[in-house]
């Protein structure tokens, strides 16, 4: 059973910059595309990146494309996400995933993804 942990999150004005990161348990992280998700307030689940087990393949939301960068550190099985010029809109809780076996690095449903960190609150302030 992986354990996923995010820290990272915080009040930052919009503009500035963040960096959530994904501490992950196990031996097989290195297998296992990644992924993040952010949830607003009455709002659904939605998907924000994910990266390839092994690093080279990544994907992206529209609203973040050229915002976000999602890396990992299979070495330290980590995973990150570097948001700059956050905006008031990405104000969210903001969850790391890992995808199902058998799914491919770039889809988005939240059913491709097993298993779920607690979350980190992202608020960005206007």
């Known amino acids: 059973q992986v354990q996923l942990v995010e820290s990272g999150g915080g009040l930052v004005q919009a503009g500035g910059s963040l960096r959530l990161s994904c501490a992950a348990s196990?031996?097989?992280?290195?297998?296992?595309?990644m992924g993040w998700f952010r949830q607003a307030p009455g709002k659904e689940r939605e998907f924000v990146a994910a990266i390839s087990s092994s690093g080279v393949g990544t994907a992206y939301a529209d609203p973040v494309k050229g915002r976000f960068t999602i890396s990992r550190d299979n070495a330290k099985k980590m995973v990150y996400l570097q948001m700059n010029s956050l905006k008031p809109e990405d104000t969210a809780v903001y969850y790391c995933?890992?995808?199902?076996?058998?799914?491919?690095?770039?889809?988005?449903?939240?059913?491709?993804?097993?298993?779920w960190g607690q979350g980190t609150q992202v608020t960005v302030s206007s």
């Open positions: 995933a890992r995808k199902s076996v058998g799914t491919a690095y770039y889809t988005r449903g939240t059913t491709d993804f097993s298993s």
């Open positions: 196990g031996r097989t992280f290195s297998s296992y595309h």
